[in-house]
């Protein structure tokens, strides 16, 4: 299944580039990857900066901590596909640097391996005494 992605993204690559380089010519297709490899290093240089804004963000409880992680991962592979040469590749790294469009990414792929985390609240006050006994069978 995975040469199956492969194959799709790199036909998607191959076109995307073509299309750019007929529209804007080869040396509007160089520098577009020049730019935006520049830019992808730019962006991870400064990730740390944008990971202490966010960090902030959850200790005053605008965003959770899967949020956090999720935003942080994303703006990475995101800076990580802009220095990758193409221009796919540079679309969707820069759909991943908007938080909104990575949070949506999250959910689709982090969301299978979600472990449930919240902290039971017993609001009622009813509580259950339950002991079990475990009944050993004899033998002979």
């Known amino acids: 299944m995975g040469l199956l992605y492969f194959l799709a993204y790199l036909f998607l690559e191959i076109l995307f580039s073509y299309e750019f380089a007929k ?10 990857v020049i730019l ?3 830019a992808g290093i730019t962006i991870i240089r400064t990730l740390n900066f944008s990971m202490y804004e966010s960090m902030q963000r959850v200790l005053r409880r ?3 901590e899967e949020e956090f992680i999720s935003i942080g991962l994303f703006k990475f592979i995101g800076a990580v596909l802009l220095f ?7 679309f969707v790294g820069i759909l991943l640097m908007f938080e909104p469009i990575a ?4 959910k689709k ?5 979600r472990v449930y985390t919240d902290i039971y609240d017993d609001t009622d006050g009813e509580i259950i ?9 004899k033998k002979g």
């Open 36 to 38: 935006t490899a520049m």
């Open 129 to 137: 005494d339950v002991e079990i006994i475990e009944e050993i069978p």
């Open 23 to 32: 529209l804007f010519t080869p040396i509007g297709l160089f520098l577009e």
């Open 109 to 113: 792929i982090l969301l299978k391996n």
């Open 62 to 64: 605008e965003i959770s």
């Open 103 to 106: 949070r949506w990414f999250a």
């Open 84 to 90: 990758i040469p193409g221009v796919f590749s540079d």
